[in-house]
């Protein structure tokens, strides 16, 4: 671990004292999500202390507490300060040694220096932060918001793993590093040392500063500080533990660890012996390069600013950036391009001022020029989509620039065929729906179970996917099963076991394609909390890992003798946990992202992640096709920027934003439930509320309830069905008497707060990497605003006031509608009617509603509805009927309508259903004979 010249006798060993008795939090929880802004706040209680220790009136008892106040503050700081480069061994000693000489005047001028600077960040941007005897520039401490000149380089740490230096000779070190700058180098950064595998790991984890890791051959496994929450996590998918490495292994066997928790950190391998022979056992692929002991510095120097500036390094901005600067002529689109007839416009210039100069400079419809076609990509912008499948771990990555709908739509119709059946859920988004009419693949519609309490579905059993795909074998059919295509993460935050999801239907299936719809998810790749089991690239490398490995095939080989036969006779399947052959599996896995929605991405940019073994063989001409029918030839140059940016960003500081994401919605999620004014009516729902019991295996109901500490977390979430994004927070407000779009309504009117989504009786909160302490604060305090004038209100009702409110609060969380489940497809438009699947022919229901005297209009509350239902003719739907809320169709072209889909309609009461005009009524096909039958008539007519 890294230390401080006196604090590693003085503080450090204390700090391991003190932190048997409790003093120090070395929880999972604390390590990932709170240690790095809990050491600010630290710090800048220990600035308070220092100015009431300087309080002129202070008393010397009150002056005794305040200095055993500080000194266990101090303690506690130094357990875990070490992981961190500033603020260095000599301003914490200094702060050592002025509480000890009680010397408060200057312990306040250090502490108040490094409390600023960690406030401010100004030890980023100026070395003025790190000298006591330095004054700093108010530009250093308070950064101009909307810098347009990024004058101060980007600042990083580099983590030195290396037990045998003494702390002078990691001064020299430090030293040696900072005379090696030049003024010519994109950034700057210091050095923290530790000593052993397990002090990398957690220096890995809880400093969001580092982005290179040098590890030097030949230190210890073990810390002299424990952390054995953190280091079973920190394990967790290894094939190797401590005790089947040799000491010769730590170096790579950490490269590779680091990787896994951070796949973005580059590693240098650094030692003493046969360099030739290390390099070839390197195997993680974050390691860069190895270094025998004795060359020289500055090779590894530049190698580390290399491998930030290869992250760093945004192909399509930069080469954007250039062409803004050049005198271009414009003989061609856009007349916006340049700005011209902007800036030189009687009526529109304030245009120009509110969006600025750059905006326009960057206009352009040219590919050439130092541009690049989207549509084509040879330079530029296919540099920038290779770094995108690098940064995200795919194979090939694709920019679209209309948003993820469109991005649905061309897998969809690249992957898909007419005829071929798609496992899908009927709540996903309505792009997925077009999608299939436009490519004439068969919608099996499956249905996720209901949460009818707060009107929403949740997500598709793993068992109802398992019997869809076995019944359908068992009808012969399996060989038309082209897809399963799911939501993960849901709107209201159902995150699927996407590992097992895949590995059990691989075991029916095994070169079943996955589509997942991870629109509101691209944020989840960099935590490792998410990504190993619970996103589809993640998943997909997990599966890739463990079904190469020996340990695998023993496994499966058990498996295979115990279970007998994959088909729908087998009543075991269903509740076993089920394992493909690993010689007969093909991993082919795409992925949609709204980067926009959850990264820094300008609104409609997305991408498109393929990890599809035989894409090339099967897939890459007609991918290619449809990207072509669905982006447009003008697509927009700085949403193409934003998506190169926002790369970039996630790979740079992705771990950073994130794991702060987590920890606000964590934070909030405490706050408001455990407030006794705010829960009388209001609460965020848990995973009790929103997953029901036989799908939470663990058992875990709550994220902040006693007793549960985030190791339970993790245990659950690596093996749960479905788990819920602590991020994504639904909150229910019917029980203060507003419905959902009233309460969104209010709260953006009156408080200026913008909600994602709203059903009858909740709104959600989505957090985001925009969320910041303050917000979170302001939120707390508007809950408690409102929750006090309910409070108040109902205080002063009378008695049928009272009454009134309580029935209104019934009306909402109690007297819900049923949800209903899809129906099924009018024979028409099905290929055999007896089939137990329900797959159908929507592309033809869809189309037939083009003729108009193929429709008809029925209102929604008349009789004529109730009578058919009854006694028929069917009611069949001639389009989609999509409601928001929920935002999904409830109706889909050629479905028989059922009662339950009628009720449901009639008791809603929002104001936008898309493909339904309350005036007309319910569109609905007039229904001829049914395909089989006409087929059959037809046949006879050819005898």
């Not at 303690?75 to 301003?91: H, N």
Request: hydrophobic share 40%; glycine share 6%.
């Amino acid at each position: 671990m890294a230390t401080r010249k006196v604090v590693r006798k003085k503080a450090v060993r204390k700090s391991a004292t003190a932190r048997a008795a409790g003093s120090t939090d070395t929880s999972l929880q604390y390590l990932l999500f709170n240690a790095s802004v809990r050491r600010a706040d630290n710090w800048n209680e220990l600035n308070i202390i220092g100015g009431k220790l300087n309080s002129p009136g202070v008393s010397k008892t009150a002056a005794a507490d305040l200095h055993a106040g500080a000194e266990k503050l101090m303690s506690k700081i130094a357990a875990l300060e070490g992981y961190w480069a500033f603020p260095g061994q000599s301003l914490f000693q200094a702060a050592i040694d002025a509480l000890t000489d009680s010397d408060y005047g200057y312990f306040l001028h250090v502490v108040g220096r490094i409390s600023g600077a960690l406030k401010n960040e100004s030890y980023r941007r100026t070395a003025d932060a790190w000298d006591l005897n330095a004054e700093i520039e108010d530009d250093a401490i308070i950064p101009d918001y909307h810098d347009q000149h990024g004058s101060s380089r980007p600042y990083f740490e580099v983590l030195v793993v290396d037990a045998n230096l003494s702390e002078a000779q990691q001064e020299r070190l430090r030293q040696e590093v900072r005379s090696l700058r030049r003024p010519e180098d994109p950034f700057i950064y210091e050095i923290v040392f530790v000593p052993s595998f397990q002090d990398a790991m957690v220096a890995t984890v809880v400093n969001y500063d580092l982005q290179s890791v040098v590890i030097k051959d030949g230190f210890p496994y073990q810390s002299d500080l424990s952390f054995p929450e953190m280091d079973e996590f920190l394990r967790r998918g290894t094939l190797v533990g401590e005790d089947s490495l040799a000491s010769e292994d730590y170096a790579v066997e950490l490269a590779s660890r680091i990787y896994r928790a951070r796949p973005e950190l580059d590693a240098f391998l650094v030692t003493d012996r046969g360099v030739e022979g290390l390099a070839g056992k390197v195997s993680a692929p974050n390691i860069r390069r190895v270094f025998f002991a004795a060359e020289e510095t500055m090779e590894l120097h530049l190698s580390i600013l290399a491998g930030v500036g290869d992250r760093y390094d945004a192909p399509f901005f930069e080469n954007l950036k250039k062409y803004a600067r050049r005198p271009v002529g414009t003989w061609h689109a856009l007349p916006v391009a340049r700005g011209k007839s902007i800036f030189n416009s009687h009526w529109i210039q304030d245009m120009g001022h509110f969006f600025g100069a750059n905006l326009f400079m960057a206009e352009s419809s040219a590919t050439t020029g130092g541009l690049d076609s989207l549509l084509e990509p040879t330079g530029n912008i296919k540099q920038a989509q290779e770094k995108a499948a690098r940064c995200f771990g795919s194979d090939q990555t694709y920019f679209v620039t209309n948003g993820t709908s469109t991005a649905n739509k061309i897998v969809v119709q690249g992957v898909c065929k007419p005829g071929d059946i798609v496992l899908i859920d009927r709540n996903c988004h309505k792009s997925h729906h077009y999608g299939l009419v436009l490519s004439g693949a068969q919608p099996l519609y499956m249905d996720a179970f209901p949460l009818v309490p707060y009107s929403m579905y949740g997500a598709v059993p793993l068992r109802s996917i398992k019997e869809t795909l076995l019944q359908l074998k068992a009808e012969g059919k399996l060989g038309k099963v082209r897809m399963l295509l799911l939501t993960n993460v849901t709107f209201d935050g159902h995150l699927y076991n996407v590992k097992r999801v895949m590995e059990e239907c691989l075991a029916i299936k095994p070169d079943l394609i996955f589509l997942w719809d991870e629109a509101w998810y691209a944020f989840a790749r960099f935590s490792p909390f998410y990504r190993h089991t619970r996103t589809a690239m993640g998943a997909r490398a997990a599966l890739v890992e463990r079904y190469a490995s020996d340990e695998y095939r023993e496994e499966y080989a058990k498996f295979k003798k115990s279970i007998g036969s994959i088909d729908i006779k087998n009543k075991k399947l269903l509740s076993t946990r089920l394992l493909p052959d690993p010689d007969k599996v093909r991993f082919r896995v795409y992925c949609t992202q709204s980067t926009h929605k959850s990264l820094s991405a300008l609104r409609q940019g997305s991408m498109i992640h393929v990890n599809d073994q035989d894409f090339k063989d099967d897939a890459h001409e007609a991918f290619d096709e449809a990207f072509m029918t669905h982006t447009s030839t003008s697509p927009s140059q700085q949403i193409i920027a934003s998506l190169d940016l926002a790369r970039r960003q996630a790979e740079l500081e992705g771990y950073r934003l994130v794991t702060r994401q987590i920890q606000l919605a964590l934070e909030l999620r405490l706050q408001v439930n455990n407030h006794p004014l705010i829960s009388k009516y209001f609460r965020f729902l848990d995973p009790a509320d929103l997953i029901p019991k036989q799908y939470r295996q663990s058992g875990l109901a709550s994220y902040d309830a006693p007793g549960v500490t985030w190791k339970t977390v993790v245990d659950a979430w690596e093996e749960d069905e479905f788990a819920l994004d602590p991020t994504r927070l639904t909150l229910v407000c019917g029980n203060a008497g507003y419905d959902g779009t009233q309460f969104k309504g209010l709260l953006a009117d009156k408080y200026d707060i913008q909600v994602n989504k709203t059903t009858r009786n909740t709104v959600l909160f989505q957090s985001n990497i925009n969320n910041s302490r303050s917000s979170t604060a302001y939120l707390i305090e508007t809950l408690v605003k409102l929750a006090r004038q309910v409070d108040n209100r109902l205080a002063r009702s009378s008695r049928d006031e009272k009454a009134a409110f309580a029935a209104r609060v019934k009306s909402l969380t109690e007297d819900v509608p049923d949800l209903p489940d899809f129906s099924h497809f009018h024979d028409k438009f099905r290929s055999n009617p007896k089939s137990k699947t329900r797959e159908g022919h929507m592309r033809e229901g869809f189309f037939s509603a083009y003729v108009s005297e193929n429709c008809e209009h029925v209102r929604l509350f008349s009789k004529e509805i109730d009578t058919r239902l009854r006694k028929g003719p069917e009611l069949v739907s001639a389009n989609f009927v999509i409601p928001y809320p929920p935002g999904f169709p409830i109706m889909v072209p050629g479905q028989v309508l059922s009662p339950g889909i009628i009720n449901f309609m009639r008791a809603l009461d929002v104001k936008e259903i898309h493909g339904y005009n309350a005036e007309l009524g319910i569109k609905l096909l007039k229904m001829g004979k049914p395909r089989a039958a006409a087929k059959k008539k037809s046949a006879a007519k050819k005898r």
